[in-house]
């Protein structure tokens, strides 16, 4: 808790991109599995994308697929969403997660503090 650091958020239009960032200096979560979920206002938390420990598989909500594409450097430091074909719907505060199984059916053991992504219509 409070060992993973997020970024990459902003303001894009509409079918525009972004590139999250979630950073593990201290390797505290290396050998979990890592993703990301989102919360707009009003609305509970929800899962956008995982990565198991190894990279060798991914998951992605269904909003996600096709646009979204979650990977890993080899280090296993750091956890990147190439979101793309950005919608307004994707507005939200999105979370990196470190945690077991794919995080949807797993456990969330480390939360990054949230980076706000914005897509305007």
């Known amino acids: 808790q409070g060992q993973l650091v997020d970024s990459g958020g902003g303001l894009v239009p509409a079918g525009g991109s972004l590139r999250l960032s979630c950073a593990d200096s201290?390797?505290?979560?290396?050998?979990?599995?890592r993703g990301w979920f989102r919360q707009a206002p009003g609305k509970d938390r929800e899962f956008v994308a995982a990565?198991?420990?190894?990279?060798?598989?991914?998951y992605y909500a269904d909003s996600a697929k096709g646009r979204f594409t979650i990977s890993r450097d080899s280090a296993k430091t750091t956890v990147y969403l190439q979101m793309n074909s950005l919608k307004p719907e994707d507005t939200a505060v999105y979370y990196c997660?470190?945690?077991?199984?794919?995080?949807?059916?797993?456990?969330?053991?480390?939360w990054g503090q949230g980076t706000q992504v914005t897509v305007s219509s």
């Open positions: 201290g390797r505290t979560f290396s050998s979990y599995a």
């Open positions: 997660a470190a945690g077991t199984g794919l995080l949807v059916d797993g456990t969330v053991v480390g």
């Open positions: 990565i198991t420990w190894g990279g060798e598989t991914t």
